[in-house]
């Protein structure tokens, strides 16, 4: 039986599931073959993801093709509660809804261990480091697992690094036509979706304060550019410092940047980006927000001790009344602004992340008892198959190599 919030909401949320589906097209002709393939006929598939009206797809998608799917979600905020209601109606086996505590998703994370998976669609490896300490029983059933972010491929990769890992994992998020879109296009405009809906407030004229210009960051200071804002970076790594100094970027130090942002937006996928020194340094009416994975970026705690007051100003806005009079605004909790403030990433960027989460759940059966226990990359042919196939459903053509250009870059004469 599937734990959800509400039932009664299933047609709301097969509604949004069809928009989703329509704008999908890559995902909607990996369907089409494996409902003729049935490539997990008889399997498990476990997930542990954001549990929004795209991973829906996905969902059915796998199920489609022959596997029984469980699935809770990954951050207690990003779970809606309508797709959750229409995804158990249509058969899949659901663990989730909004606002769970760390208590209630930890379990619903072991609940859909409970269906003994073959394979697991992780969104921050939850699912294979609950497995590996908890339920090791199951390790041997196992096929393997596909990760989604940046930071669940750390810590597959620390866990692989020391001997940990007990199956292949394919890093999907290492795809190119998952990084290179989801994180920067799809993270870039969902972010700022996030931060408009939940304040209502004009970026033009604003300082805008990205932490980390890796993929998520830079297509979120892309967004603020195109938006009007003046753009500050902070970075810990010189070469991508230098690539948002040369895009035209201020970039500088969060201590020096917490004093002139008016928003600040998070992207590092490391702790402690804004700490309680640069809480007290910030300006009047500052908001805070966070796109990396855990909510470990922002100090909350400190903004909480150092508050005299709090009260909720908006949907998904906490006014924080600091010691030193001055109010800061933090969004969602800290927790991913575009899934918990807005719908995600767009579809048809998701339509290339979730193609590639099939098909390397499909590669991992095909390639049973071959793979070794380490993180793989995404077969490049298959991210090109992806990029092929999401380019002629958009109507988009290009060129191909002759024969005789084939021949000359071929050559080193
Ligand atoms: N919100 C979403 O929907 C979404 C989508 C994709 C990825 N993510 C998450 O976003 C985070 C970033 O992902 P990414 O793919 O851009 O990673 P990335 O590794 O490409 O970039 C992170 C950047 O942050 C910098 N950095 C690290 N520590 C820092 C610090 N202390 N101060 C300043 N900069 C620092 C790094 O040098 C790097 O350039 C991860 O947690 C990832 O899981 C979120």
């Not at 919030?5 to 089409?32: N, Y």
């Not at 207690?76 to 959750?84: E, G, I, K």
């Not at 003994?116 to 490896?125: E, R, S, V, Y």
């Not at 806005?317 to 767009?346: I, Q």
């Amino acid at each position: 039986m599937s734990k959800i919030k509400d039932p009664s909401l299933a047609p709301q949320g097969q509604l949004k599931i069809d928009w989703a589906r329509d704008h999908m097209p890559v995902l909607s002709q990996i369907r089409s073959r494996f409902e003729k393939q049935r490539p997990f006929s008889g399997l498990s598939i476990a997930m542990c993801i954001h549990l929004e009206m795209k991973t829906a797809v996905l969902g059915q998608t796998l199920q489609a093709g022959g596997a029984s799917v469980s699935i809770t979600g990954s951050n207690p905020l990003s779970t809606q509660d309508d797709v959750a209601a229409a995804l158990a109606k249509s058969g899949v086996m659901v663990y989730a809804w909004r606002g769970v505590t760390p208590e209630e998703h930890h379990a619903n994370v072991l609940q859909v261990l409970t269906h003994c998976p073959h394979i697991l669609i992780d969104d921050g490896a939850e699912l294979s480091v609950a497995l590996h300490t908890q339920k090791k029983e199951l390790l041997p059933d196992v096929i393997g697992a596909c990760e989604e972010t940046t930071t669940g491929v750390h810590r597959y990769r620390a866990m692989e690094k020391d001997g940990t890992l007990r199956y292949p994992v394919i890093a999907v998020n290492d795809a190119y036509t998952k990084f290179l879109f989801d994180s920067q296009h799809g993270t870039g405009q969902s972010a700022f979706e996030g931060v408009m809906r939940a304040t209502n407030m004009l970026i033009a004229g604003k300082t805008v304060v990205v932490g980390g210009y890796g993929w998520v960051g830079r297509g979120i200071a892309r967004r603020a550019k195109g938006l009007g804002a003046n753009v500050v970076v902070t970075e810990v790594d010189p070469i991508r410092a230098l690539e948002a100094a040369m895009e035209g970027y201020r970039v500088m130090p969060m201590a020096d940047a917490a004093k002139i942002g008016d928003i600040f937006i998070t992207a590092t996928g490391c702790k402690d980006i804004i700490t309680a020194q640069h809480l007290t340094e910030m300006k009047d009416g500052a908001i805070l927000a966070n796109a990396g994975h855990f909510d470990v970026e922002i100090d909350v705690k400190a903004l909480r001790e150092n508050a005299i007051s709090t009260r909720t100003a908006r949907q998904s806005v906490e006014e924080f009344k600091m010691r030193n009079g001055k109010r800061l605004y933090l969004l969602a909790e800290g927790r991913l602004v575009n899934l918990a403030a807005a719908d995600g990433h767009p579809a048809e960027v998701m339509d290339m992340s979730f193609a590639n989460q099939a098909l390397a759940a499909e590669h991992l059966v095909r390639n049973k008892g071959k793979l070794q226990p380490k993180v793989y990359g995404m077969p490049l042919e298959m991210d090109k198959e992806i990029a092929r196939l999401w380019l002629e459903s958009h109507s988009i053509r290009i060129d191909e190599l002759t024969q005789g250009q084939v021949e000359y870059l071929g050559s080193w004469q």
